[in-house]
């Protein structure tokens, strides 16, 4: 066997198509085994059926590999015929989005007083690749596949990956924890009876991808003729040449599919609870929500909502929901 280049896939799963990238390499090279024989569709005698459409006669003998008569591809130095196995394509067949409620909570000044409350809100998810493939079962690939699944803008922001390897052929799922939304360091200011609702959202993504493969064939066939042909009792063809002549498959394509179900877009919204009012957001996608040790503060009264919306006339711009201040 002779690895030529590694198979490695790589995927990075963003919010569409323009934000990701696939790509599949991998080259390997041995000598062909009587199951690719089978499994590229050369039934035993085709190959010498072969030979005899191209030499304009038939030979005694006619060999794809070693053991031969006369030991021919050791003596004359022929190559034997080798199944070339080679990723090929890799390519995005869609990318399904959706918003998704990822949890909600309700944090409620019971007091008499004013009061700051932390309303922090995270859940843990999964994000998964599920691997599927088509028939391989002639064919072997004598190594592991690598894979790299990158996601942006998963958890706290910025980008998370896993990364395994799976056998040739072999069809599984794996998955990967990850917490969205953000434990600590988010705090609002709330009156007397004041409540407000936080809740996590998230865009919860589908992306399919198809990584293509193929076996394609190299090197000689070996033929002996007795009495001699040409002048020559042994010769040797380019094997696809010989296929061509017979009209027999020269390659054989494979597929791989992998669904990803990732999480991005991760944003924290805080509403009044009465009235459904947004009253801030806190994105967390694009690099930490909340660093170590900061935290975020809003002041959600009805007092620092009027000001704040008193200011915004004052400078003659639409009034937003407010942002977070570290």
């Known amino acids: 066997m002779t690895v030529v280049t590694s198979f490695r896939t790589k995927v990075t799963a963003g919010e569409d198509e323009a934000e990701s990238i696939v790509n599949a390499i991998g080259e390997q090279k041995h000598v062909i085994t009587d199951s690719e024989r089978d499994g590229f569709g050369w039934p035993w005698g085709s190959i010498t059926d072969a030979c005899a459409k191209h030499m304009g006669r038939r030979p005694n003998g006619a060999w794809i590999r070693n053991p031969t008569d006369h030991d021919l591809y050791n003596t004359y130095g022929w190559q034997q015929t080798t199944t070339v196995l080679k990723a090929v394509k890799a390519e995005i067949l869609g990318i399904n989005s959706k918003p998704t409620t990822v949890k909600t909570a309700t944090f409620r000044n019971n007091s008499s007083v004013g009061g700051t409350f932390n309303v922090s809100i995270w859940e843990e998810v999964s994000n998964t690749v599920s691997n599927t493939w088509s028939s391989t079962n002639s064919f072997s690939l004598e190594q592991s596949i690598s894979y790299e699944i990158g996601f942006l803008g998963t ?29 600590t360091g988010v705090e609002v200011y709330l009156e007397p009876g004041q409540a407000v609702k936080s809740t996590l959202v998230a865009t919860r993504g589908t992306m399919e991808v198809k990584v293509t493969y193929s076996a394609t064939v190299e090197g000689r066939t070996a033929m002996n003729y007795n009495p001699r042909h040409n002048g020559h009792h042994f010769w040797s063809t380019g094997t696809n040449t010989i296929l061509q002549a017979g009209g027999l498959n020269r390659s054989k394509s494979f ?22 009012e947004l009253l801030a957001s806190l994105p967390l996608d694009g690099g930490p929500a909340v660093k170590p040790g900061e935290t975020v503060s809003f002041n959600l009264s009805p007092q620092a909502r009027a000001a704040g919306a008193a200011e915004v006339v004052a400078a003659g711009t639409p009034a937003e929901p407010d942002h977070p201040t570290a």
């Not at 706290?156 to 434990?183: A, D, F, N, P």
């Not at 597929?255 to 805080?270: C, H, K, P, Q, V």
């Open 155 to 183: 958890g706290g922001g910025g980008e998370t990956s896993m990364s395994y390897t799976h056998s040739w052929g072999q069809s599984k799922t794996e998955s990967q924890t990850v917490t969205l939304g953000s434990e």
């Open 255 to 276: 597929t791989e599919n992998l669904e990803i179900g990732y999480y991005s877009n991760a944003e924290i919204l805080l509403e009044d609870a009465k009235t459904g």
